[in-house]
């Protein structure tokens, strides 16, 4: 791996890693951050429609997909992780389309997927599933 790819890929995951940790905090504690756009917080998840319980299941799953990528070894589990990323982000994505939010609110989201993209191409091969299965 060129010293180039290593250097995208730390950079786009230690920005996905803060970006969902952040958030999976923030979700955990059931807290809205003053002047923050819609989620992850209460009001947030409320104006998208969803049951307050739902903040608890985010912050676990985000928490844990934070740990996985970040962990050597277990190449698999952050196969799952990328994936359940992806999955939660556009999931989120096309929440905010559904209840017609602006494409500020949009961005984050989206910029998270983005990471998760250049995360996952530019990974190094010891992060990589073995394919001879």
Same mark, same amino acid.
């Given at each position: 791996?060129?010293?180039?790819?290593?250097?995208?890929?730390?950079?786009?995951?230690?920005?996905?890693?803060?970006?969902?940790?952040?958030?999976?905090?923030?979700?955990?504690?059931?807290?809205?951050?003053?002047?923050?756009?819609?989620?992850?917080?209460?009001?947030?998840?409320?104006?998208?429609?969803?049951?307050?319980? %739902? &903040?608890?299941?985010?912050?676990?799953?985000?928490? !844990?997909? #934070?740990?996985?990528? =970040?962990?050597?070894? +277990? $190449?698999?589990?952050?196969?799952?992780?990328?994936?359940?990323?992806? %999955? &939660?982000?556009?999931?989120?994505?096309?929440?905010? !389309?559904? #209840?017609?939010?602006? =494409?500020?609110?949009? +961005? $984050?989201?989206?910029?998270?997927?983005?990471?998760?993209?250049?995360?996952?191409?530019?990974?190094?091969?010891?992060?990589?599933?073995?394919?001879?299965?």
């Amino acid at each position: 791996m060129s010293k180039r790819n290593k250097i995208i890929y730390w950079i786009a995951t230690v920005w996905l890693c803060a970006g969902m940790g952040a958030t999976g905090v923030q979700q955990l504690m059931k807290v809205q951050l003053e002047g923050a756009l819609s989620p992850p917080g209460v009001y947030g998840i409320k104006e998208l429609g969803y049951p307050l319980y %739902f &903040l608890t299941i985010l912050g676990v799953w985000k928490i !844990l997909s #934070v740990i996985a990528l =970040l962990v050597p070894k +277990f $190449p698999l589990v952050k196969e799952w992780a990328y994936a359940g990323i992806v %999955f &939660l982000l556009t999931g989120a994505i096309f929440s905010h !389309l559904a #209840v017609a939010h602006t =494409l500020a609110e949009l +961005f $984050p989201a989206g910029l998270l997927l983005v990471l998760t993209g250049l995360s996952w191409y530019f990974r190094p091969i010891e992060r990589k599933v073995n394919e001879k299965f």
